[in-house]
């Protein structure tokens, strides 16, 4: 049955607002309940839970967790040379995107004798995660390592899960040893995130997880996140996402190629279409079927195209103030001039400009990172970067002459909050004859 | 009774982190059972639960809970001008560091034909909290207010608890408008964070809410992020705290007075001081009993220094690598070369050098903000600062041979990964002959 043509401008709201509706997040109580006891279990019996889950949940008895020397010689070699050579394409993009995102030292007086800086440090330990689930990420691994690597963070650890045959995906082994990461572990789920947050005699405990996940994974992040003696996480996260906005000059067959390499994603995908020419949703309705018919994955994506939506809007304004409203985590635009589109553009992960920019490049190697916020988040987290691998220290350094100057305002501010200690602490140092 | 010296070197591991560790957040429970109730009962009642409340907690009955024109000028009328000095130094300062944390954007070619970009954009709407508990707290809004107006978020609301009399406290108002807010609202505690998170008939929705507060609030804030309607939040929080690393050439005076001013926060402050030199800490100690009998809040100051530690250890070397596994959200380095130590340390928030930089100015006026990770978040937190205000987006803009040249990456990436919808959606361009 194709997918249903709707008129933006006949919509009243509560049907705006549904047709716009992301699915909601199901098993939430379930999911919640089961990743608390996984937590404790790990936190209880260490390396035992751990592999007491791999063989509940993996269907494999591991002898050890972490991917040794040999199994990443194998890996490498058995690696065709073309893959190789895509993966360290795509890693030297992403490095040159973001090295570039290095943070600049601040260093300013705010007034003479009152030295203010701002200062990066490397989080000490971080743990990335490298779903597998219907298909292997290597360039998760890819996306995850390489900022970690500029950031300079001292201790890089990945968990992945393990085949059934006890290897981990040779392409994730590959991209990750090739982009920096020494140690790989073969854990998968909600128990990986606890090994990390928590650590084992095996796993080292980091200070902050990073990476994508299903809905286990993301339940797990969020539980150790605010948990004191947990880990802090890169972003909350929900299903992958694609809005294409696109006007008569746009061809069908390649809108309708990058919502289904969304689609493909996994069933619960969202793609979604805003034109302003009515004839171009019926050729992309009917470009869908032709294409969807030879993908490997289309029960996958047909059933993500159930929830899809193609909505003809009056103007490009109204589709971008949609798509703001929306947020979504990729953003499409193939109009004629795209790029004056941009500066209206509030709410999006990633923004893919013009016709020659299918979002599959962003998934893997034009340099931008395809951890991205997903299911609304955009409106208020950015995707993943460097500085999700540092914190910011600030420092101040006053001579006697810059506490002095600012005493006055020390002074009066600590009386108006009743805090006379604050006022003493300045008071005391300039009463002090040396 | 004195607190007690402590040699670092004479104490077992367990005795270490027993030591160094923080008090447990108390009533952890039943604090979150209370707060989802309110959560949920301003989520059904909007207008009305934030009256009921405001009854119940704050003892007061509002007419309406935005502070009117007519409040903000009777505020400012009855600031004395020095009041008013301070306010306008400690916005100037504050805004001269935070200016020079605008971020630039990005725009680099990662290939000939793939450009790749990072452009910031503000949150739409942001929610501050201002706390009043035991003392008001202008410098908070001036903390809070002055990023979000650099940061340039379009809708920008603070809520302050109102004080007993109905109003809200007019330095509070004061710093608030001064620093760029037009809407205030005199609502507080969790139900201030609810109304924030969710909107009410008079409190605009926000999508991020920034800001100090008790446990209730903490809490708030934590429920209101793990929940997709609610709202990002910008630090998980705990007791204010600082830790002072000195050697023999600092004055204990000082010392004492800077442990003095944190302490004054509140009885759950954590003050910590590590030197090299036994006489000094006993030259504290004592300066400790002086000093605290002259203070206002002795009482609260008295119960706060209950929990104190006071630590000879064998070298600087030693305390900063302490200082790093405590990671203070304060940390005051008094010692004769304070900058030499600054290169080794890794966590902390803010970082004061040398003996005329009491903490106290870091909390009013230097410029640096005195919103700061607390409770060893230090570890993976940076404190406020603009980009709390901003999200960064990604944009990616290929040419027709740009894409050609990325698309064999494309192909055999996608092939690993088992997603040939994303490699159609390359070649479907590159086939299609204009």
Not at 115 to 127: A, L
Not at 323 to 349: F, I, K, M, T, W
Request: with cysteine; hydrophobic share 45%; glycine share 8%.
């Amino acid at each position: 049955m194709p997918i249903e043509i709707r008129q933006w401008s006949s919509l009243a709201d509560a049907a705006r607002t549904t047709l716009l509706a992301r699915p909601a997040l199901a098993g939430g109580q379930r999911i919640r309940s089961d990743v608390r006891a996984i937590l404790a279990e790990v936190r209880r019996n260490g390396d035992g839970a751990l592999r007491e889950f791999g063989r509940k949940f993996d269907k494999v008895e591991l002898r050890g967790f972490e991917v040794s020397r040999a199994e990443k010689q194998a890996a490498q070699t058995c690696m065709p040379d073309v893959a190789v050579a895509a993966i360290d394409t795509a890693i030297a993009n992403v490095t040159r995107f973001h090295e570039a995102q290095r943070p600049l030292p601040i260093d300013i007086d705010t007034m003479p004798g009152v030295r203010c800086e701002r200062v990066s440090r490397p989080i000490d330990s971080v743990g990335l995660y490298v779903p597998a689930g219907t298909a292997p990420l290597p360039s998760a691994a890819i996306m995850l390592a390489v900022p970690a690597r500029i950031a300079g963070c001292p201790t890089r650890v990945l968990c992945t899960p393990p085949r059934p045959d006890g290897f981990a995906d040779p392409a994730v082994v590959v991209a990750a040893t090739r982009a920096g990461i020494e140690r790989i572990f073969k854990i998968g789920g909600a128990h990986a995130i606890a090994a990390m947050a928590y650590g084992t005699k095996t796993v080292p405990k980091v200070s902050k997880i990073c990476g994508p996940g299903n809905a286990w994974v993301t339940c797990a992040k969020s539980l150790v996140a605010s948990d004191p003696a947990g880990a802090a996480i890169d972003m909350p996260a929900g299903p992958s996402e694609v809005m294409v906005i696109a006007d008569a000059s746009a061809k069908a067959a390649f809108v309708a190629a990058d919502l289904l390499s969304q689609a493909e994603h996994g069933a619960d995908s969202q793609v979604l279409l805003l034109t302003t020419c009515e004839s171009l949703a019926k050729a992309v309705q009917s470009e869908l079927d032709v294409q969807l018919a030879s993908l490997a994955r289309r029960d996958i994506t047909a059933r993500a195209l159930e929830h899809a939506r193609l909505v003809v809007v009056d103007s490009l304004e109204t589709a971008v103030a949609i798509s703001n409203d929306y947020a979504p985590e990729h953003l499409v635009l193939q109009c004629r001039n795209a790029r004056d589109l941009l500066p209206h553009v509030r709410n999006a992960g990633s923004v893919f400009l013009g016709e020659w920019t299918p979002e599959a490049v962003g998934d893997y190697c034009s340099g931008t990172n395809h951890v991205l916020p997903t299911y609304g988040y955009a409106r208020n987290y950015g995707g993943l970067g460097v500085d999700h691998f540092l914190r910011h220290m600030t420092v101040q350094e006053l001579s006697r002459e810059g506490l002095a100057r600012l005493a006055p305002t020390v002074v009066t501010l600590a009386g108006l909050e009743g805090l006379d200690a604050h006022a003493a602490a300045v008071r005391v140092r300039l009463e002090h004859t040396p």
